[in-house]
Structure formats: C-alpha cells, structure tokens
C-alpha cells in the first residue's frame, strides 16, 4: 500500500512534468492588442529561493553523499555516525540512520534516499504546489525570520 506522502510526492512530479511539457510548447501569439476571452494572466516567476522537488533532492543528496567516504554508492552506519560528528548535529545518529534505511540492509542508497527526500519535501510543500517557497522552508535560510 503506498503511504500518502509517497503517493503526494508522485503527484507533485507528475504535476511538475507537465507544466514543464506545455512551458516548452511555444504559445500561439495573438494579433497586436487582441487578448483572448478567459485567457489567464502569466503566472509570476519563481523566486530565486523557490525549490522544485528535483532541486530539493539534488542539493540534499549531494551533502550526504559526502558522508560516502569510501566512494561505494552507500553510506554506512560507520560513515553516518562520523558525517554528523563532523557537521556537529545533536541527536542519536543511529536513529536517524534507522529512519533513512528503510530496507533495514545497514546502508543507505541513493532510492532511499530520494524516498526520504520525497516525504520530507511533501510534508513542506503546505499548499501541494510542487514547490518550496521561503515560508514553507521556517528553517531554511532564505525563509523570512519570525518576529520578536
């Protein structure tokens, strides 16, 4: 049975490939000052700081696979407990290795990982967009600070 976040995640890709199929469509242009009836306005650009799943990922995956030391494809418990220590992060590395390696094989792998990255994207994309904006990332560094 997929859980919702996963089946959420898969949602949002797909919704992401087809804005991206229909934005490489060129549009039909129309005459000079002739404006279609019900034609939308064009969507405001992205901010800078707004992050698509795919980029989410990529920039994730690419900090932790620097924890794969021995350049194998997979990060050991070993390689984990020593990344955190390195990074300085507070908690149980043993826990939350636990909660990446979802096929409990003692290494993490690159599918569990974006199986990871996917729920965690999906529990902060709030309005199911398909994109991270500054307030849905409160711990992210672009996000707007709280007030005192």
């Given at each position: 049975m997929i859980s919702r976040s996963i089946l959420a995640a898969a949602l949002s890709l797909l919704s992401v490939a087809a804005l991206a199929q229909t934005a490489t469509q060129p549009p039909v242009a129309a005459p000079p000052g002739v404006t279609s009836p019900g034609a939308t306005p064009p969507a405001a650009p992205r901010a800078k700081s707004d992050i698509t799943l795919a980029?989410?990922?990529?920039?994730?995956?690419?900090?932790?696979?620097?924890?794969?030391?021995?350049?194998?494809?997979k990060i050991s418990l070993l390689e984990w407990e020593a990344f955190q220590a390195r990074r300085n992060i507070k908690g149980d590395a043993a826990k939350s290795f636990a909660r990446i390696d979802s096929n409990h094989d003692g290494f993490i792998d690159r599918a569990e990982l974006d199986a990871f990255f996917a729920k965690r994207f999906a529990k902060l994309d709030k309005n199911g967009d398909g994109v991270l904006t500054a307030d849905e990332m409160p711990g992210h560094k672009s996000a707007p600070k709280p007030e005192q």
């Open positions: 980029k989410f990922q990529k920039r994730r995956e690419k900090a932790i696979m620097a924890a794969d030391t021995d350049r194998d494809g």
